[in-house]
T-cell receptor, first 111, second 115 residues
């Protein structure tokens, strides 16, 4: 079972920041938080990951709370092409590439 | 060049038939995976191979048999297809299978419909 809970759906206006929350209250000390997204009918796409510190890359920022029980993915200037299902995944440390996907958040970016 | 490519993209077949889906990655990765996405959109891992060796087998029926002829290829053969096998099957690869596996790169999926 997935160790994360996310809202089922969210809307965001084009050009605004999209903030996608994720709860992972049972996360262990050596487990990473990963974010992937799946644009309709395509394969999942890696976005970002982090352990404790906040992370930023060209796609997004990841804010992890100090107690690591929740995190937020931020898309700073959402575009229509960011409409997708966003998955927050706690990566089991000793199980390599095994990603346990939950239901994700369906983000709709509207003009 | 597509990093992870799967063929066929669409497959429609009758119950009881045997079919295969092929996957190839040109990223030089050591580890490859098969994931299944059912009609409710849940993505679930089925198998993982590292350098042609099976390392993850998630209680998938014996009718599913992955084969890895080399580390760049991981094929999925399904015997005696059932209606419940209808799904989108995604192949993926990663640099390694250890604790610091890094990101997974997914293919575009193969949509299997069993009639």
């Amino acid at each position: 079972d997935a160790k994360t809970t996310q809202p089922t759906s969210m809307d965001c206006a084009e050009g605004r920041a999209a903030n996608l929350p994720c709860n992972h209250s049972t996360i262990s000390g050596n487990e990473y938080v990963y974010w992937y997204r799946q644009i309709h009918s395509q394969g999942p796409q890696y976005i970002i990951h982090g352990l404790k510190n906040n992370e930023t890359n060209e796609m997004a920022s990841l804010i992890i709370t100090e107690d690591r029980k929740s995190s937020t993915l931020i898309l700073p200037h959402a575009t229509l092409r960011d409409t997708a299902v966003y998955y927050c995944i706690v990566r089991v440390y000793n199980q390599g590439g095994k990603l346990i996907f939950g239901q994700g958040t369906e983000l709709s970016v509207k003009p | 060049d597509t990093a992870v490519s799967q063929t066929p993209k669409y497959l429609v077949t009758q119950m009881g038939n045997d079919k295969s889906i092929k996957c190839e990655q040109n990223l030089g990765h050591d580890t490859m995976y098969w994931y299944k996405q059912d009609s409710k959109k849940f993505l679930k891992i089925m198998f993982s191979y590292n350098n042609k060796e099976l390392i993850i087998n998630e209680t998938v029926p014996n009718r599913f048999s992955p084969k890895s002829p080399d580390k760049a290829h991981l094929n999925l053969h399904i015997n005696s297809l059932e209606l419940g096998d209808s799904a989108v099957y995604f192949c993926a690869s990663s640099q390694s299978s250890g604790p610091f596996t890094g990101e997974l790169f997914f293919g575009e999926g193969s949509r299997l419909t069993v009639l």
